[in-house]
């Protein structure tokens, strides 16, 4: 059964489903660089099906964020252990950009990680990625570290945390 989470326009947001899976990959490798296995997607999903969202318009895919629970060390609490939601990837195609469909996302997965008692929510950004750091800081995450040379060809990353009440 499908689940629409809101509408923004003719754009539905909704959870994904097994057979939104390809669509998914399809719009990772237009848009980032890091993919992931077939069988990674289909463990997300099977897993945090709440926070595994996509983005919708008229049947046509235009953009999904997709999550993982683990328990860590807090971002936020010296020495405390917590349950972490963790944004693995998030995009949204060229075309479809800043019409408030990635706010929606993580709006959503944030209600998502919620549902499973998160206390905390967290991603690593490229530093450079100036429209998703400043999209991640609207919605309350703040920079908490700098991961030296995280991404392949060298480039570091931001840890980027929110604490979940
Ligand atoms: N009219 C004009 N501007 C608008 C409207 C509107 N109706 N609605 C929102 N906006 C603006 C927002 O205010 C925001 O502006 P700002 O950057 O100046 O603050 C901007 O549009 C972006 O907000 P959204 O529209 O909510 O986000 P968007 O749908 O453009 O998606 C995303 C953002 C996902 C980062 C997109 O740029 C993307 O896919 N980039 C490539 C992939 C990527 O980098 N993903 C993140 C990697 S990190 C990770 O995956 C953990
Ligand atoms: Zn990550």
Redesign the pocket.
């Known amino acids: 059964m499908q689940v629409i989470l809101r509408q923004l326009g003719d754009c539905n947001i909704r959870r994904a489903e097994p057979s939104d899976l390809i669509s998914v990959m399809e719009i990772n490798l237009k ?2 660089p ?1 993919h992931y296995s077939d069988y990674f997607y289909e463990s997300l999903l099977a897993e945090l099906p709440e926070a595994f969202i996509i ?1 919708e318009i008229g049947g046509k895919h235009v ?1 999904y ?1 997709m999550c993982k629970t683990e328990y860590g060390f807090s971002n936020f609490k010296k020495l405390g252990f917590v349950k972490k939601g963790h ?8 075309e ?11 709006e959503e997965s944030v209600n998502g990680v919620k549902l499973r008692k998160c206390d905390e929510f967290y ?4 530093c450079s ?4 750091v ?3 800081e ?1 919605l309350g995450f703040v920079i908490r570290q700098q991961l030296n040379a995280y991404y392949r060809d060298g480039e570091d990353a931001y840890l980027m945390a929110i604490e979940l009440d």
């Not at 944004?87 to 060229?94: G, K, T």
């Not at 479809?96 to 993580?106: D, E, F, S």
């Not at 990625?129 to 998703?132: D, H, R, Y």
């Open positions: 848009t980032l890091e983005a953009g964020i944004v693995v990837s998030i995009a949204v195609l060229d479809y950009r800043k019409k408030g469909i990635g706010r929606a996302l993580v991603l690593e950004v490229r990625n100036n429209e998703a400043r999209l991640y609207k």
